[in-house]
């Protein structure tokens, strides 16, 4: 199948702006979609708010674009009912760790099984170019002028803490990689979760003095480090660097199976008793 | 078999009985017991039952399963209804078919967990932003709270747009008899299926009355939704001829039905000079204070409203006429007033509020009654 046959192109051009590293994602996940053969029935993808978020329009699957930071839990219901089809929820960092936090993490608890792929570009980019959960420390944002005071989010350790069965990272510079990546999630059964480090050359870019995309690529490439590379590493030197590649996987009972097999071997309560 | 059933009870079995095939909702007083009888039956009869992690998620995710093609449900109380507001609204523009159920609660804020109001029927009616019409309907016993139950899931299917079923704690904890077996009940609707091929379907299409079908996922109809504005096709718009033509739609889908499926009841009406105008768990009272009245030689009536959203402005306007008195007894500082007000004579309708926690007593409503015939008719 060619990878166009994927796409509502009726719906082009996109509302993403030259040197985002979105379509980079978005391609890399039809990439993955299509080399595991799955037919577009099988799929329903749910995004959020957010530049990410509009990506679920272009492509020809069930697709629902949701409430801010709702993506999850309108993905647990499409699941919840369709246990057959691969749920996939394509959101940004805010969507994912901020307004829609709760959902993620109790989302992993279950260990539904869902493929949520973070568009991560450290920013708010749709609404102008705010400090996110994942801004790094003393960048400048249009709500940090003198640079994020703030801590930022692990997105990784924050759901693998929570439960996730599949948690990976991967950038926009290692497509291939990246590929690779979301074709293992879409096949592990129970939660998995991709952070996807995409620029924002627009936003982040301009506010922290990027010439333009490609050099925050060279940037996202320069500071890249293995998973096996960084396990030999201390943290000092492991500041600053962004460790790509499977992170953990493990097998772990399904939500939905659990339930139906749970209440297969339970007995139903007699109708006529009382609260 | 007759036997004693509390209305939450009433409203769960009565899902089941519309086919609820999904139910995600949150604890919450007094409403708790619902999602409690639900997932006592609804896994044993291929449903799906889930304890979200808070009222955000529950409509979130009842709208992803009613999309994939669920019939579906959520219940709470007045602090996890205003969490759901966002989401109704959500509903209301991609067009899903849910039912909420809110079991009022006395509120501002945390309010009265444990006590009754009817403080959210404004809210339930403009609750979220924006222009929006959502089908509101209030029983005001536990049969009712079994029959609007069920009937909200075939109007929620009909019209692909969230019904609620505004009750009360009242109604919610009190135990009547109902014979389940024996309550005449309307076929199920299901909602309409494209008779087109895929190619040829789009989400929006007014097709049948303004409602398009919806097709379940998985079945080789594949559409996009957005609460953004958006054509008939699904996809976001900014052309002022979609953005109008799609809110005239959303309204006149419902409103230009409503003769169908409004409903209400009268109660010694016909020669009333003094009409009460009630819903909920206050008809109850009302009732009583007509009978009350009648005995004393005062003719009163009652109109009982069980739709409270939208209102079919010409039957209500029409059995207020020519009434030397209207009382609107509400649990709040005065709500469904507003309209009584707007549509009766206006300086003719008294307003009866409670909001302590506790209801109107039919005693009550006939002191307040003769205070204002002994005060000879000067109302505000």
């Known amino acids: ?43 329903a993808m749910v995004s959020g708010i957010g ?64 493929t949520v792929i973070v568009f991560n570009n450290n920013i708010y980019g749709m609404t102008g170019g705010q400090v996110s959960p994942t801004t790094p420390y003393a960048s400048r944002t249009t709500t940090t002028p003198s ?3 703030e801590k930022s989010f692990d997105i990784c350790s924050l759901v693998m803490g929570a439960g996730a069965t599949y948690v990976a990272r991967g950038t926009v510079f290692h497509v291939h990689q990246l590929i ?38 060279e940037e996202i490439k320069e500071k890249t480090i293995t998973v096996e590379k960084a396990r030999s590493m201390s943290e000092k030197d492991l500041e600053g660097k962004t460790v790509v590649g499977l992170l953990k996987k493990e097998e772990k009972d399904e939500f939905l199976q659990t339930y139906l097999s749970f209440y297969n071997t339970k007995k139903e309560a007699k109708s006529d008793t009382a609260v | 078999m007759r036997r004693l059933v509390q209305g939450n009870e009433a409203c769960a079995h009565a899902a089941i009985k519309a086919g609820l095939s999904f139910f995600a909702g949150y604890p919450i007083t007094p ?28 409509i979130n995710a009842i709208i992803g399963a009613a999309l994939a093609g ?8 007045g602090p996890g209804f205003s969490l759901m507001q966002e989401g109704i609204g959500y509903a209301v523009m991609v067009e899903a078919p849910i039912v909420l159920v809110n079991i009022q609660r006395g509120g501002p804020s945390t309010g009265l967990p444990t006590e009754v109001s009817q403080g959210d029927l404004m809210q339930s009616r403009w609750g979220s932003h924006g222009d929006f019409l959502s089908i509101v309907l209030s029983p005001s016993s536990v049969q009712e709270m079994y029959e609007l139950t069920y009937e909200a899931f075939n109007l929620a299917e009909r019209f692909r747009a969230p019904v609620v079923v505004l009750s009360d704690e009242v109604v919610g904890h009190l135990r009547e008899g109902v014979d389940f077996e024996n309550v005449s009940l309307p076929p199920i609707i299901e909602r309409l299926k494209p008779e087109v091929p895929p190619g040829n379907y789009y989400p929006f299409e007014p097709s049948f009355n303004g409602v398009s079908p919806l097709p379940e996922y998985g079945t080789g109809y594949r559409f996009h939704v957005t609460g953004l504005f958006h054509n008939y096709k699904g996809f976001p718009t900014s052309d002022q001829k979609e953005i109008s033509s799609l809110m005239d739609r ?131």
């Open chain 2, 70 to 77: 669920a019939r579906v449900m959520t219940a709470t109380s």
């Open chain 1, 147 to 149: 640079g994020n005071p």
């Open chain 2, 250 to 380: 959303l309204q006149n889908k419902i409103k230009n039905h409503i003769k169908e499926f409004f409903k209400f009841e009268e109660y010694q009406t016909k020669d009333a000079d003094i009409l009460f105008v009630s819903y909920g768990i206050t008809t109850r009272s009302a009732l009583e204070a007509v009978n009350i009245l009648r005995r004393q030689g005062i003719k009163a009536g009652n109109l009982k409203l069980i739709t409270l959203n939208p209102l079919d402005e010409e039957a209500i306007s029409d059995i207020l006429k020519n009434r030397e008195m209207i009382f609107v007894p509400e649990l709040n500082m005065g709500q469904l007033i507003l309209d009584i007000k707007r549509l009766g004579c206006k300086d003719r309708v008294c307003a009866i509020n409670r909001y302590d926690g506790d209801i109107l007593t039919p005693q009550q409503l006939v002191d307040e009654v003769l205070k204002r015939i002994q005060a000879g008719v000067e109302v505000k």
């Open chain 2, 31 to 58: 409403s708790s017991e619902i999602a409690e009888v639900i997932s006592r039956y609804l896994p044993f009869k291929g449903g799906i039952f889930m304890q979200m992690e808070d009222e955000i998620a529950s």
């Open chain 1, 180 to 217: 690779k990546l979301i074709k293992e999630a879409i096949n592990h059964k129970g939660f998995s979760l991709i952070d996807v480090v995409t620029p924002c050359p627009v936003y982040y870019g301009r506010m922290n003095r990027y010439e333009d995309g490609i050099t925050m690529m």
């Open chain 1, 51 to 114: 530049c990410s978020s509009r990506a679920t329009g272009y492509v020809d699957f069930h697709t629902i674009h949701s409430l801010h930071g709702r993506a999850i839990p309108v993905a647990v219901g499409v699941r919840a009912v369709k246990p057959n089809m691969k749920v996939l929820v394509m959101t940004g960092d805010g969507d994912c760790s901020s307004i829609g936090g709760n959902h993620l993490i109790h989302a992993a608890r279950r260990n539904i099984d869902l």
């Open chain 1, 1 to 43: 199948m060619n990878i166009k046959e994927y796409l509502r192109t009726e719906f082009f051009p996109n509302v993403w702006c030259a040197g985002c590293g979105n379509g980079i994602v978005l391609r890399a996940t039809l990439e993955a979609i299509k080399s595991l053969e799955i037919t577009k029935d099988e799929i």
